[in-house]
């Protein structure tokens, strides 16, 4: 099956500052990569995807690329908010996988005042 | 419905108990997953179903946790005996034969379980 890894575990940020959340993926037939933020005690939610067709996908804030060729994508957040604060996951898709979800094991970001 | 239910919400049970956790995933969503996130900890993946195939049971922790689909809809997670360790939420989510952008894999708001 595929495998997801992501990076960092954890990261503080200034607000206002950008972060950016790295994810790396093994299985090269994964074309879907959506990426879930999750706040305290509640459950994940889709912020952003991408298909493998493109290579950048902007949302306000938010954007995610994708690199087929080295397997990995990133989620880049800009003028982060202290609302920003939350565990956040990739995950990858796959057809060779039956199109199962195979998610990161997360990073918590931390937005200070 | 209109998202991945979930019952029940939250429940206590004694050590050595057996309890069922219930997932009703969104109408038309062939694929379902169970995973147990402990406090503070990632998402641990537990089991998928996708349709009439056989599910994926690589991710159950011992044989005291087992998980049915009937009807290919709705699904129980069933833990026998239960330790003070299975303490966690337990989230279900589904997601349709074809995810995309818009139309991907949703979460229910979890079962949280406490063994005392």
């Known amino acids: 099956g595929e495998n997801v890894e992501q990076h960092p575990s954890t990261l503080s940020v200034q607000e206002g500052d950008s972060a950016v959340i790295k994810c790396t993926y093994s299985d090269s037939a994964s074309n879907y990569f959506p990426w879930y933020k999750q706040e305290l005690g509640k459950r994940p939610q889709l912020i952003i995807d991408?298909?493998?067709?493109?290579g950048e996908k902007k949302d306000q804030r938010i954007a995610v690329t994708l690199n087929k060729t080295a397997k990995h994508f990133s989620l880049h957040i800009t003028e982060t908010q202290p609302e920003d604060s939350a565990v956040y996951f990739c995950a990858a898709i796959g057809t060779n996988t039956g199109n199962q979800f195979y998610f990161g094991t997360g990073t918590s970001l931390t937005v200070i005042p | 419905g209109a998202g991945v239910s979930q019952s029940p919400s939250n429940k206590v049970t004694e050590k050595g108990k057996d309890v069922e956790l219930r997932c009703d995933p969104i109408?038309?969503?062939?694929?379902l997953y169970w995973y147990r996130q402990s406090l503070g900890q990632g998402l641990e993946f537990l089991i998928y179903?996708?349709?009439?195939?056989?599910?994926?049971k690589s991710g159950l922790p011992s044989d005291r946790f087992s998980a049915e689909r009937t009807g290919g809809s709705v699904s129980t997670l069933t833990i026998q005996r239960t330790q003070q360790e299975d303490s966690a939420v337990y989230l279900c989510a589904s997601s349709p034969p074809q995810p995309y952008s818009g139309n991907t894999i949703y979460f229910g708001e979890g079962s949280w379980l406490t063994v005392v």
């Open positions: 109408s038309g969503h062939t694929a």
């Open positions: 179903f996708q349709g009439n195939s056989a599910p994926d």
């Open positions: 991408i298909r493998s067709n493109v």
